[in-house]
């Protein structure tokens, strides 16, 4: 990597460190967050490409970590993507099918979602919620291992928001899949209560200084290397 490159990746690796700190587990947003990372459950990395139709290095990244089984879940961040919320939803999409293409139908390792910036706070519902807690400084994809899922929510496969990314037999874990709404919903209630309580507005204002922070961060890296910058 050029050292414009190896900058940006710190820079994209650190705000989005606050993300998952400061919002998902300060936040509570997900039970076992902080107890995974610390465990080195979680590989966060950041993927430099900035085309739409660029990808294999997606596709590296995924077929490399799949042979790591100690980590259940995959933060793969694109600092340099600049695509709204429905492209990147489309280019998320893209990288399902194609690396549902390398697999056996059934054994797809990965099951993925899309993180944005710029998805809204909708409080009509619960599951309405979800788009504006994933609201990372930038595009980013989770990719949680399925026999992960499996084994939390009994073979059920209803998408991978926050959910529990180590094998821990925790009371509030057990407690949860003992309920008798699917862990998916408890989980998503509970968040929705927790933005209501602490305040649409407080949870908005902490998202917006994480993101202004990573905006003031790469531009001070584009005055510095003008002419890697754009490209």
Not at 3 to 12: H, I, Q, S
Not at 32 to 47: L, S
Not at 74 to 80: C, M
Not at 135 to 164: C, H, K, M
Request: glycine letters at 4%; proline letters at 6%; hydrophobic letters at 40%.
């Amino acid at each position: 990597m050029t050292p414009y490159e190896e900058a940006l990746t710190r820079e994209a690796l650190r705000v989005y460190r606050r993300y998952a700190v400061e919002v998902v587990e300060q936040l509570g947003l997900c039970p076992w967050a902080e107890r995974a990372r610390q465990e080195g459950h979680v590989a966060e990395r950041v993927v430099l490409t900035h085309e739409a139709t660029d990808l294999d290095a997606t596709l590296a990244l995924i077929e490399e970590l799949d042979q790591r089984p100690e980590i259940e879940i995959i933060l793969a961040i694109y600092p340099r993507l600049a695509l709204a919320q429905k492209a990147f939803e489309g280019f998320v999409r893209h990288v399902r099918e194609r690396d549902g293409e390398r697999h056996p139908l059934g054994e797809i390792p990965f099951a993925m979602a899309a993180f944005h910036p710029d998805s809204p706070a909708v409080l009509a519902d619960p599951e309405r919620l979800i788009p504006f807690l994933r609201r990372t400084p930038d595009p980013t994809i989770q990719l949680v291992r399925r026999s992960v899922l499996e084994r939390v929510r009994g073979r059920r496969s209803q998408g991978t928001a926050f959910v529990d990314v180590s094998q821990l037999d925790l009371a509030a874990l057990d407690a949860a899949l003992s309920a008798p709404e699917d862990l998916r919903v408890v989980i998503a209630r509970t968040n929705l209560e927790t933005v209501q309580s602490k305040g649409v507005e407080a949870v908005e204002a902490l998202l917006a200084d994480i993101r202004q922070d990573r905006d003031r961060a790469y531009a001070e890296l584009s005055q510095r290397w003008p002419s890697q910058a754009g490209t």
